[in-house]
């Protein structure tokens, strides 16, 4: 991948905001277990940092995925992986299907407004029941008159509590399980959503995760995002950028470990040196860092590819779990060399090692990038 001045100028703003803006911050964000979305993506937005792939025409920056992920890159350098998956949320996640397939008058009332940071939002497909076996959501949305009155519960759903409006997947009909959804914009203060106490997590702890109940809630059938039925496509369509979002928040943060992890291996000191001086020590960080950049290549090159209309389907899927398994064998490996410390609750390994651990679950799991995988190697036919 070939960067421009302006891929360089970006990374170069984004950087300086999670200096300035997010990473001072970080500390109080965990302890608190929330950050305040609203105020920080209102600063994003003011910065087009919340619209840089969306339509001009709703405030957007108009340029291609590749920009997108260079923030992405750098949001690898928040000091907790809570916020920049909030952050990912609202850009790579929620608004997607919205800006692509979201009708003029439903992106200048909620599309505008996520771009100016003036809204949070959510994408609410998972459930108690299905997680990464999309197919399987049981949530209905049912036609009456003009609206569609939506039952059901969401869980594990991400910015929920700080929500303005969720981007839903639910069943509008009685087709097979892959024709029968639809995506429809959700605003939370609609009479009969509700949320449960945020959830208390292993990692991620800065951001705030909630269960949300949809009793007889009613919106207008104009909520709906493009066809009704084609939910379940628009959704697999989201996942890609979404899984190679994942893919490149990865490597600087596992880059900054590593890197902690010289600086306190230097100078933590055993049986009369330093650990750093044993030879396994220096070539284990230099092979985890061999394997990051290779992490790095093959995401960009999956980028390169989708920005040129390629299917990257099998790219961006390998990517998903090389990140996945690498963030919890990075965090993992550079905490065995912190001893005692590295097992302390508020040591940055600590932190990168509960964070992690969720790289493998969320936005497909392993066994589902390796089901995907399969089939596309001819092996799995079911």
């Given at each position: 991948?070939?960067?421009?001045?302006?891929?360089?100028?970006?990374?170069?703003?984004?950087?300086?905001?999670?200096?300035?803006?997010?990473?001072?911050?970080?500390?109080?964000?965990?302890?608190?277990?929330?950050?305040?979305?609203?105020?920080?993506?209102?600063?994003?937005?003011?910065?087009?940092?919340?619209?840089?792939?969306?339509?001009?025409?709703?405030?957007?920056?108009?340029?291609?995925?590749?920009?997108?992920?260079?923030?992405?890159?750098?949001?690898?350098?928040?000091?907790?992986?809570?916020?920049?998956?909030?952050?990912?949320?609202?850009?790579?996640?929620?608004?997607?299907?919205?800006?692509?397939?979201?009708?003029?008058?439903?992106?200048?009332?909620?599309?505008?407004?996520?771009?100016?940071?003036?809204?949070?939002?959510?994408?609410?497909?998972?459930?108690?029941?299905?997680?990464?076996?999309?197919?399987?959501?049981?949530?209905?949305?049912?036609?009456?008159?003009?609206?569609?009155?939506?039952?059901?519960?969401?869980?594990?759903?991400?910015?929920?509590?700080?929500?303005?409006?969720?981007?839903?997947?639910?069943?509008?009909?009685?087709?097979?399980?892959?024709?029968?959804?639809?995506?429809?914009?959700?605003?939370?203060?609609?009479?009969?959503?509700?949320?449960?106490?945020?959830?208390?997590?292993?990692?991620?702890?800065?951001?705030?995760?909630?269960?949300?109940?949809?009793?007889?809630?009613?919106?207008?059938?104009?909520?709906?995002?493009?066809?009704?039925?084609?939910?379940?496509?628009?959704?697999?369509?989201?996942?890609?950028?979404?899984?190679?979002?994942?893919?490149?928040?990865?490597?600087?943060?596992?880059?900054?470990?590593?890197?902690?992890?010289?600086?306190?291996?230097?100078?933590?000191?055993?049986?009369?040196?330093?650990?750093?001086?044993?030879?396994?020590?220096?070539?284990?960080?230099?092979?985890?860092?061999?394997?990051?950049?290779?992490?790095?290549?093959?995401t960009w090159a999956a980028v390169e590819q989708y920005i040129n209309g390629i299917d990257v389907l099998?790219?961006?899927?390998?990517?998903?779990?090389?990140?996945?398994?690498?963030?919890?064998?990075?965090?993992?490996?550079?905490?065995?060399?912190?001893?005692?410390?590295?097992?302390?609750?508020?040591?940055?390994?600590?932190?990168?090692?509960?964070?992690?651990?969720?790289?493998?679950?969320?936005?497909?799991?392993?066994?589902?990038?390796?089901?995907?995988?399969?089939?596309?190697?001819?092996?799995?036919?079911?």
């Open positions: 991948m070939l960067f421009t001045d302006e891929h360089n100028e970006l990374r170069r703003t984004v950087a300086r905001f999670v200096e300035d803006e997010i990473n001072p911050h970080v500390d109080e964000w965990e302890k608190d277990g929330i950050f305040p979305a609203h105020e920080l993506f209102k600063k994003m937005g003011n910065l087009g940092l919340l619209g840089i792939s969306k339509p001009e025409a709703y405030g957007g920056l108009g340029l291609d995925y590749s920009y997108e992920m260079v923030m992405a890159e750098e949001l690898g350098g928040i000091n907790c992986g809570g916020v920049p998956m909030g952050i990912s949320v609202q850009t790579n996640m929620a608004t997607p299907a919205l800006a692509r397939f979201g009708s003029p008058e439903l992106c200048a009332e909620f599309l505008a407004p996520a771009i100016a940071g003036d809204m949070v939002c959510s994408i609410a497909v998972s459930e108690p029941h299905a997680g990464s076996d999309v197919a399987a959501i049981k949530t209905n949305a049912v036609k009456d008159g003009d609206d569609y009155v939506i039952n059901g519960t969401k869980m594990w759903i991400t910015n929920s509590t700080q929500a303005d409006f969720l981007c839903l997947l639910a069943n509008t009909g009685d087709a097979p399980a892959h024709k029968n959804k639809s995506l429809i914009v959700v605003p939370t203060k609609t009479r009969g959503v509700s949320f449960s106490e945020p959830l208390n997590k292993l990692g991620m702890r800065s951001s705030d995760t909630a269960q949300i109940f949809l009793d007889n809630v009613r919106v207008p059938q104009r909520h709906l995002i493009g066809r009704e039925g084609d939910g379940f496509r628009m959704q697999m369509m989201q996942f890609q950028e979404e899984r190679l979002c994942a893919a490149m928040l990865g490597p600087k943060g596992m880059e900054k470990t590593i890197k902690a992890t010289i600086d306190y291996t230097r100078e933590r000191q055993i049986f009369g040196g330093s650990v750093l001086d044993n030879q396994v020590v220096q070539y284990r960080l230099a092979e985890l860092s061999t394997e990051v950049e290779a992490l790095r290549a093959l099998r790219l961006a899927s390998m990517a998903k779990l090389k990140a996945g398994r690498l963030a919890r064998e990075v965090s993992d490996s550079c905490l065995q060399y912190w001893g005692g410390m590295g097992f302390m609750w508020d040591s940055p390994v600590a932190r990168s090692y509960r964070d992690s651990r969720l790289s493998s679950i969320g936005g497909g799991s392993d066994e589902t990038m390796l089901r995907i995988l399969t089939r596309l190697m001819g092996m799995d036919k079911k």
